[in-house]
């Protein structure tokens, strides 16, 4: 029988694996160990674990969606320019609220031109210090070229995004952060990354016309193709 890994684990696994998909080494880092605390607050990490390892001793081995998210594939195609945006229910907690609240993607983005970012993690490096930053700095730029509002999307739970949102200045600089932390909507859109702790979301930006893709943005070649300036240059 297998027994549960302690959250404090499963929580260092996850940072410890996002400074590797960054390019960067753990022992260069000290930020693991301060994460651990931020991010016990998120019962995401041990739930999903223990319902994976759950589904695979009831099946007596892994489920055909596991097979295919451990080969680093999604089972849905990924979103293209031209399609509609996938009407999910995402969890946001703005700073001051006094709980988290459930919101609809078309409720978000019906009638405005927006964009949107997804991350595989809050608070990891690559994350922390290039891709939300760099939206942040180009707020100003992302309205004059009619950009309504900003999203930033991840598989952390909702009191993780908003301590990042808090945390980094996203908030104030008027990004909104919302948690997608079954991975419904990041699984819709065709950009599950799977990682031995949970289901993760693959780095990706787009832009979005009433909920139709107008303009989409992915790191298969380099990450700095999601990031802001990359986004604005392709709305000149």
């Known amino acids: ?15 410890k694996l996002f400074l590797a998909l960054d390019g960067l080494s753990p022992s260069s880092r000290c930020c693991a160990n301060a994460l651990v605390p931020l991010a016990a607050v998120s019962s995401t990490f ?12 009831n099946k007596g081995g892994m489920s055909s969606s596991n097979i295919a998210m451990s080969s680093g594939q999604s089972l849905m195609d990924e979103i293209k320019v031209g399609a509609t945006l996938p009407n999910i229910k995402v969890t946001e907690y703005p700073t001051g609220s006094d709980n988290p609240t459930e919101v609809e993607i078309n409720d978000l983005v019906q009638g405005k031109k927006v964009a949107i970012f997804g991350v595989p993690g809050a608070f990891t490096p690559g994350c922390d210090k290039k891709h939300l930053p760099s939206f942040i700095e180009a707020q100003e730029a ?19 995004m908003q301590a990042w949102g808090r945390m980094s200045g996203g908030a104030d600089a008027g990004i909104r952060f919302l948690s997608d932390s079954n991975a419904e ?3 819709a859109l065709g950009l599950i990354m799977e990682t031995p702790v949970m289901k993760r979301c693959k780095r990706f930006s787009l832009i ?3 909920g139709v893709v107008t303009h989409f943005f992915d790191a298969a070649e380099q990450s700095s193709d999601t990031w802001a300036p990359n986004v604005l240059k392709a709305l000149e």
Do not use: H, Y
């Open 1 to 15: 029988m297998r027994s549960s890994l302690p959250l404090a684990f499963v929580t260092a696994t996850s940072v």
């Open 46 to 57: 041990s739930t999903s674990l223990r319902n994976n390892n759950s589904n695979s001793n």
């Open 142 to 160: 992302l309205k004059a070229k009619g950009i309504e509002e900003t999203f930033c999307v991840a598989t952390n739970d909702a009191f993780v």
């Open 185 to 187: 909507f990041t699984e």
């Open 208 to 210: 979005a016309d009433n």
